[in-house]
């Protein structure tokens, strides 16, 4: 029987997930196809965010159930203070004599580092709505994601062009990328797949069928938010609701036998996607590269790096 311990593929698809987030920050095939770059960046590279917070609300039921709450807190509190203090540099100096243009940054997260606050916030709240039945908890996560996609797409699509307070308002990406829209539906998602054990309730071939028509379903997204409107980024897609926890469930219905460091993988996976930015930053003050070229070495010096910052972590806890 299947358990819900750590298996090799499900650390696999999360290091594949971190990369895939590179690519998108990289703008893969940027020069080369625009409905690539599209389609790619602005769809199939951009479900690692859904994937991940639905892993986490999975875990987070063992978290709530042996009382870990105020370890986890913790855990991901610090995390995302020492990050946020790595990158302090680049979200401060900018507007040190504006002082509450900090504030924003500060609540909601320097670029990447939005996940961690989103996970932090939507964590807890989850763990104030636990006792819900899980019918309530995944309409309550429908309505909070078909909310927050609403507001993207009322920005996306100018539905509004005044008062001008209202579009900005609506342009603001943490009005909808956030702990209550975004985090918290994947977050409930994850902890009733597990409380309910629907990850071993569907068969090898349900899972396979399911996955195809997700994948296809997000592309269909995609190109037609293209054509649509070809400019606009797309943080949310209605086929994550699918793909995400979809996935997750992929990884325990095909599981990969290995005794490999699994654990090793699962912080690789977490280094790639705190650390790549200052890869970035590096390249772009030396380098213009093209996507794909830019794309590939910063996954490799991110690779490096986040060695580095596994075996700092041995010494120095809570940076990983």
């Known amino acids: 029987m299947q358990t819900t311990s750590r298996n090799i593929l499900l650390d696999i698809l999360k290091v594949i997930a971190a990369i895939l987030i590179i690519c998108v920050h990289c703008k893969f095939l940027f020069e080369y196809t625009k409905v690539g770059h599209h389609v790619t960046s602005n769809g199939i590279f951009r479900i690692p965010i859904p994937f991940f917070f639905t892993i986490n609300g999975f875990f987070l039921y063992t978290v709530f159930q042996n009382d870990r709450m105020k370890f986890w807190v913790k855990r991901v509190g610090l995390l995302y203070l020492i990050w946020m203090l790595i990158f302090s540099y680049f979200w401060i100096l900018p507007v040190y004599e504006e002082p509450l243009k900090i504030i924003p940054t500060a609540l909601f997260g320097f670029t990447h580092l939005?996940?961690?606050?989103?996970?932090f916030l939507g964590g807890i709240l989850l763990y104030q709505l636990r006792k819900l039945s899980n019918t309530v908890l995944i309409v309550l996560a429908l309505l909070l994601y078909l909310t927050g996609y609403t507001i993207q797409i009322l920005s996306n699509f100018n539905v509004f062009t005044e008062p001008a307070v209202i579009v900005k308002?609506?342009?603001?990406?943490?009005?909808?990328?956030?702990?209550?829209?975004?985090?918290l539906p994947f977050l409930s998602i994850g902890y009733v797949m597990r409380r309910s054990n629907f990850h071993l309730k569907l068969k090898k071939t349900q899972v396979s069928i399911l996955l195809v028509f997700?994948?296809?379903?997000?592309?269909t997204e995609s190109l037609t938010n293209y054509y649509i409107n070809p400019g606009a980024i797309f943080n949310m897609s209605i086929s994550f609701l699918g793909l995400g926890p979809i996935l997750l469930i992929t990884a325990f219905s095909f599981k990969v036998n290995s005794n490999f460091n699994s654990k090793l993988l699962s912080s690789y996976s977490i280094a790639l996607y705190l650390v790549?930015?200052?890869?970035?930053v590096l390249i772009y003050q030396f380098f213009n590269l093209d996507s794909i070229t830019l794309t590939l070495v910063t996954v490799l010096l991110s690779g490096i790096l986040s060695y580095l910052l596994i075996l700092l972590n041995k010494k120095i806890k809570y940076i990983l």
């Open 114 to 119: 939005w996940y961690l606050a989103a996970l």
């Open 169 to 183: 308002i609506l342009d603001f990406q943490p009005i909808h990328r956030n702990f209550l829209f975004f985090a």
């Open 276 to 280: 790549h930015p200052l890869v970035l």
């Open 214 to 219: 997700s994948i296809l379903l997000l592309i």
